[in-house]
């Protein structure tokens, strides 16, 4: 069958589920997440079977960023499921007396989740997560370029859930093309912003509301006045820790000071020599560059005229791996300044005085991270004042993202809307404003004639 046919035939028969009532009720949600939980327990070793094939991704990498993620994130849900989806009174206003109000919480509809090859685990699984809480029928399209965890979902979800309420289209442009044309009640995104643009444009023409959960690069401002060897112990492993740099929330470039910045490249230097040894490219605990697009973009990136004599550790790649690589002052105006890196390339930049660092943030678009590593609370709150990014953390990276209390998603270019936790919820919630009145408590002004008794004016 062609791809839009496909694509129509699954929406409909998402509606026609949705539309019986099947996904209302929080037992079908409950039971929905137990086997979503089930299926990360009884299939972890295929998981990380998937993850290697797609990114030689280490097995600690797979299980504690993707399957224990979704674990706790399933738990989460089932532990809060009940209280998100009672209906929360509100005070009922003097205009409506007597009246009581309430705010109600009821599932969009049918839902299209996109996701992207990175995490290809996590970012299919989590936000369907969401969208079964809230009670809504989703169809999830995961990423064409990790193909074994995409197919591996395919197989996988139909013997864990209800297949009449949550299926998986698997595919490239083509397919998510002929699925956008659809009309979603909501479409939740995740990749690059190029893309973003495009799924946005579709959803216009149904006034589908959207999630774009994107990327950006991510600065981390490193202060003097620090704890060094946590500081770049963290550093790494948010970088070249997290796929190898392929992670949307991974330190991208570093700001230091000029004074600073020798410390801190002899820190980072012998923090990556213990981590991946002499011969990086032949470590078991790097991931390799997803395929040879990625490859050569991140190659371009590292051998560009104005770049290449920049490298000061690192640098070396064989036909699959780029080892950890930092370089020192490469110029603004470069494409490794301009672009996401998502890779294991970090440049550190260098200014006189920490503040400066503000102000070459602000200049980029907003990021989906920042990252600062200060002692000194002044700088912090002053970084937490000035610099727009979708998440910050101080002294670690990457690590909100474990916080089911806080939401998850970017500003600007990084993205709009968030979930994770109680935010997932409201991702894929509506949230229907309800007043409730008596039939007694007329107000005689409210009916014509208009006339000067009634108003009293
Ligand atoms: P990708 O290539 O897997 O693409 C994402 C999805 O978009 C895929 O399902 C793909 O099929 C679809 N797609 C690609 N081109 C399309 C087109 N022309 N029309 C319609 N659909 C299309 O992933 P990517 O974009 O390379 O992902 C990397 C980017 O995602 C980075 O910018 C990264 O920062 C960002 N990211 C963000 C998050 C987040 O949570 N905010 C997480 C991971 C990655």
Excluded at 104 to 127: M, Q
Excluded at 273 to 300: M, W
Excluded at 359 to 386: C, G
Aim: hydrophobic fraction near 40%; aromatic fraction near 8%.
């Amino acid at each position: 069958m062609e791809a839009v046919a496909v694509a129509a035939e699954a929406r409909e028969r998402l509606r026609a589920s949705f539309a019986s009532g099947r996904t209302r009720p929080a037992a079908w949600r409950a039971a929905q997440l137990r086997g979503l939980l089930r299926m990360a327990a009884e299939m972890e070793a295929e998981i990380c079977a998937a993850l290697r094939a797609d990114l030689a991704k280490p097995r600690t990498e797979s299980y504690v960023h993707e399957i224990s993620l979704v674990t706790s994130s399933c738990k989460f849900a089932l532990n809060n499921l009940k209280k998100w989806m009672e209906p929360k009174k509100v005070p009922g206003g003097l205009l409506t007396f007597p009246s009581t109000a309430r705010v109600t919480p009821e599932p969009l509809g049918v839902v299209l989740v996109v996701s992207a090859w990175n995490y290809p685990f996590l970012l299919a699984i989590d936000p369907v997560i969401g969208a079964i809480a809230a009670g809504n029928a989703v169809l999830l399209k995961p990423s064409e370029i990790a193909p074994a965890t995409s197919s591996l979902l395919a197989d996988l979800l139909p013997r864990y859930v209800d297949s009449s309420c949550i299926k998986v289209v698997e595919g490239g442009v083509a397919e998510t093309t002929a699925l956008l044309e659809q009309k979603w009640d909501k479409i939740f995104y995740t990749g690059n912003s190029k893309v973003g643009r495009i799924v946005m444009s579709f959803a216009a023409k149904h006034l589908t509301p959207v999630v774009l959960e994107l990327g950006g690069k991510c600065p981390v401002v490193v202060d003097s006045n620090v704890d060094l060897h946590v500081a770049t112990k963290r550093i790494a492993a948010g970088k070249w820790g997290c796929n190898n740099g392929q992670a949307c929330i991974s330190p991208d470039y570093i700001i230091t000071t000029k004074s600073f910045a020798p410390k801190l490249l002899d820190s980072l230097k012998k923090v990556l020599n213990k981590f991946y040894g002499k011969d990086p490219l032949r470590s078991e605990d790097l991931s390799r560059i997803v395929n040879s697009n990625h490859f050569n973009r991140l190659k371009a990136l590292m051998d560009e005229e104005m770049v290449s004599d920049k490298i000061v550790f690192g640098g070396q790649s064989d036909e699959q791996k780029i080892a950890p690589t930092l370089l020192l002052d490469a110029p603004l105006d470069s494409a490794i300044m301009k672009e996401e890196i998502f890779g294991p390339l970090l440049p550190i930049i260098t200014v006189d005085k920490i503040h400066e660092s503000f102000a070459l943030i602000n200049s980029m678009t907003k990021p989906l991270a920042a990252y600062l590593f200060s002692k000194d609370s002044k700088l912090k709150r002053q970084f937490e004042r000035n610099v727009s990014a979708g998440g910050m953390v101080f002294n670690d990276t990457g690590i909100h993202l474990t916080n089911q209390n806080l939401p998850f998603g970017g500003v600007g270019e990084s993205g709009m809307g968030a979930y994770h936790g109680t935010f997932s919820f409201d991702a894929f919630t509506h949230r229907k404003a309800v007043l409730d009145r008596s039939f007694p408590g007329e107000a005689k002004a409210r009916y014509p004639p208009y006339t000067r008794g009634k108003l009293k004016i």
